[in-house]
Nanobody, 125 residues
Framework: VQLQASGGGLVQAGGSLRLSCAAS????????IAWFRQAPGREREFVAS????????NYADSVKGRFTISRDNAKNTVYLQMNSLKPEDTAVYYC???????????????????WGQGTEVTVSS
């Protein structure tokens, strides 16, 4: 499966952005999808994940209550709605897919086999 992340940009603290992850190549609903992010000089970290049906979701504590992950299997797209953005949310955001146990919403980077190219989010204070 090929993944294309988009929707990043520059936003002021307290603002919102919606990221999209569009998939192609294989049956999208066979995959659980996650968002990770990587800030300069830091390791890539888990943000949120969603199972194939959308019935299971998982969030990092740092974004819980501010970010919402969702998916539209008819459009082969997963979304990350980011509200109340903070400067510490600044990073390159990557979407990733796994066909292993797609009914779960994993938070472990090593589970994900397919990665998009990343979209940059900058939050100014």
């Amino acid at each position: 499966v090929q993944l294309q992340a988009s929707g990043g940009g520059l936003v002021q603290a307290g603002g919102s952005l919606r990221l999209s992850c569009a998939a192609s190549g294989r049956t999208f609903s066979n995959y659980a999808i996650a968002w990770f992010r990587q800030a300069p000089g830091r390791e890539r970290e888990f943000v949120a994940s969603i199972s194939w049906s959308g019935g299971n979701t998982n969030y990092a504590d740092s974004v819980k209550g501010r970010f919402t992950i969702s998916r539209d299997n008819a459009k082969n797209t997963v979304y990350l709605q980011m509200n109340s953005l903070k400067p510490e949310d600044t990073a390159v955001y990557y979407c990733a897919a796994t066909g292993r146990s797609p009914g779960a919403a994993f938070r472990y980077l090593s589970i994900y086999d397919y990665w998009g190219q990343g979209t940059e989010v900058t939050v100014s204070s």
